[in-house]
């Protein structure tokens, strides 16, 4: 995924404000993400589970990129989209509800990190946080075709 983050950095980054601050906020997610989940480079020599305060963190800066997406950047694109033709429009129409569906990952799993009242729960947070890995991927690649779009023709 960061890989990913970085082609989309190289190839929309500066072109527009949206897009910058878009991507450096999914940054932020992604790097919390791999700091979570004890991915390289932020893998721990301990075989111990991250602080709660730590997942707490993570799930608010979760539910701010979801927020944002779906408040501000998606609302911006699809309004811009409208502008420039059917096939742009009918692609926003398209993806924003394909999108959403991944919302509910992040929904989720912020419920119940955020809600936590068994701390046995939290022996299910690498399974959980795999789950959220494949609807945040999947988020990101339809995320960039709007992006595509967004550059494309308002840049």
Request: hydrophobic share 35%; glycine share 4%; charged share 30%.
């Amino acid at each position: 995924m960061l890989r990913q983050l970085e082609k989309a950095e190289q190839k929309w980054g500066g072109s527009n404000t949206l897009i910058d601050h878009w991507l450096n906020n999914r940054r932020k997610l992604l790097v919390n993400y791999c700091q979570i989940a004890g991915i390289p480079p932020y893998e721990s020599t301990e075989k111990s589970l991250p602080e709660l305060t730590s997942i707490k963190e993570f799930c608010d800066i979760l539910m701010d990129y979801v927020s944002e997406g779906h408040f501000e950047v998606y609302d911006r694109v699809v309004t811009a989209c409208e502008k420039h033709g059917v096939s742009s429009q009918a692609l926003a129409q398209n993806l924003v509800p394909r999108i959403s569906e991944t919302t509910d990952s992040a929904l989720d799993f912020n419920d119940k990190y955020t809600e936590l009242v068994d701390d046995k729960v939290l022996y299910q947070l690498d399974k959980d946080l795999s789950s959220l890995g494949h609807a945040m991927e999947t988020r990101f690649e339809l995320e960039d075709q709007l992006l595509e779009v967004l550059h494309t023709k308002h840049s």
